[in-house]
Each structure stands twice: as C-alpha cells, then as structure tokens.
C-alpha cells in the first residue's frame, strides 16, 4: 500500500522545488522528508526527483506519480469529511479572474451561502498568471482560472469547456475597418495570443486599440464599437455580434476553465466550496460522455 502521508509530502515538494521548504509546509525534519521521498521511491521502485542545483525537480516518473498523488490525497480527505457530521464553517480564500466573477460567482456564492451560512468566503479578482502565485504562495485555498497546459502541472483540473468566439458590436461595423481594431487581455494572455496568432495566420492586419486585463473595460470598447475582441461563448453579452467564419475571422480554439488548489489547506470549508463550484461549471462530464458513446 502506498503511504498518504509520504503523498502529501511528495505533492508539498512538487509544490515548492525544494526539501526544506517542504518541510516548513508539511511540519517536518527535512531529513524526515528525505528518509519519506527514499521510502516512497522504494515503494515505487523508480526514481522520482532528479537536482537541478539548489532544486529538486520530477523525473518523467515522478511527474506520473504527481497525478496519481494528487488525486488520492484528495480522495483521502474528502472520504474524511463525508463522515463529519460536524457543521461546515470557517473561512475559505477564493481567486478568480474579474470576468469569471462576473458571470459565475453570484450563483455559486449564493447557493454556497444557503447551504454553508457558517462559513465566510474572501474573493480575490486576478489574471489567472497571478492567481496561480497567490496559490503558490499559499495565498489563496482556491482559484479559477483560464486552464492551459502549463498550470496542469501545477494540479490545475479543467472543469470546463467552451469555444472561443470573436465578437462586435450588434450596431456597428467594426469588423470591417483595415486594419482590424482590437481591444484584448495584457501580452500574457492566452486568449491574446491565439487571436492574434490566428489573425496572423490568415493574413489578416491588424492594430490592438485596447489592451486590459479588466472584461468590463475590453467589452465596453466592443460594445461602443471601437474595437472586436475574442471571448468565451459564456461571457458574450447583449449588445454583441459573433463573427464567423464566412466573415473573414479563422476559428480560434476553444478555452477551458480549470481549479487550482492550495494542497495545504485541506479543510472541509475549501472542499465544500470546490464542490459547489464544480457543480455550477461542470460541463466536461456531459462531453466525456457524449464522446464515449460515439
């Protein structure tokens, strides 16, 4: 059987590239950390961290291992709480981007009050980049964020998946103008990045007339029809026109959403609001299906 405890101190390193700050997370001896990552090795019977200098970094297998630690570590605490019959109170730190808040949070805040009326929830609005710090930094107990390829390595679960769509304003003719106006997130985004690598693609010209990372001020440039930008099927709201393909403007990838946690808070508080959340976002579940039974 493979020990909890030493999967929880194998996320903790993963979490903090080092021994000794895991330690610190974790309550321990950094030589009791040590002895715990040779034993689960043993157990595993291959290595699961290589030095990279000061750093501990993951083998190919210690990164398969991660996924599976995650995920039992969790199991772990949630089977706990199923049992305590005790009342969810206590305070939970949430972290989501401003137009996640927007179109989210009133539900799953409202319901998350009804049920849980003991606990208290601080919010945090973020891009999704300094979100996954806060977490980092034990800052946050959870977030949502915008789930790319690069946060599934730090235990970010995609939740959610909708297309991307470019849209305009419903009374003007934006779209039209050369070069093509656009109001989009900061250089990091990564719905940024993929309008303008798709506009490049096509050889389409283009000028960015807005650049934030606040979704009110990027759609009130639509809206006033100054600019087109890119959003989620979700967040297009009224007063906006979707620009299609027989339009000029080449399909963009779809966008996920994804959870990030802080695996050092682990009370009943944050799984309650995780649980909440993923019932109010879920859609990957019905897809998965879908897809199975073709």
Not at 182 to 201: E, H, M, P, V, Y
Request: charge should be negative; hydrophobic fraction near 40%.
């Amino acid at each position: 059987m493979l020990d909890l405890d030493q999967l929880r101190t194998f996320v903790a390193i993963a979490e903090h590239g080092s021994f000794t700050r895991a330690a610190e997370a974790v309550y321990k001896t950094q030589s009791a950390v040590s002895m715990q990552m040779r034993r689960l090795e043993e157990r595993v019977g291959r290595p699961i961290f290589y030095r990279d200098g000061r750093m501990s970094r993951l083998t190919e297998d210690g990164d398969r291992l991660l996924h599976y630690a995650r995920r039992l570590v969790q199991l772990n605490d949630e089977t706990l709480a199923a049992f305590d019959d005790s009342e969810v109170a206590g305070f939970v730190r949430l972290g989501t981007p401003d137009d996640y808040a927007d179109r989210f949070l009133p539900e799953i805040l409202a319901r998350f009050s009804r049920t849980h009326p003991k606990a208290e929830v601080s919010v945090v609005c973020a891009p999704t980049p300094n979100l996954s710090e806060l977490i980092r930094n034990n800052e946050l107990d959870v977030s949502i964020v915008t789930h790319v390829p690069k946060f599934s390595q730090q235990g970010s679960e995609a939740i959610r998946r909708e297309p991307l769509l470019w849209v305009a304003s419903a009374r003007h003719a934006t779209e039209n103008e050369a070069p093509i106006p656009l109001a989009l997130g900061r250089a990091t985004c990564d719905w940024r990045k993929a309008a303008l690598a798709a506009l490049q693609a096509s050889g389409r010209e283009s000028r960015i007339l807005y650049s934030s990372w606040n979704s009110t001020a990027v759609g009130a440039a639509v809206l006033a029809g100054l600019a087109i930008s890119v959003l989620p099927e979700s967040a297009v709201r009224p007063g906006m026109r979707v620009l299609t393909e027989a339009e000029g403007f080449p399909r963009l990838p779809d966008c996920e959403i994804g959870l990030l946690r802080s695996w050092r808070q682990n009370g009943r508080v944050t799984e309650a609001l995780v649980e909440h959340i993923i019932s109010s976002l879920d859609n990957l579940s019905v897809t998965q299906l879908s897809a199975a039974a073709e």
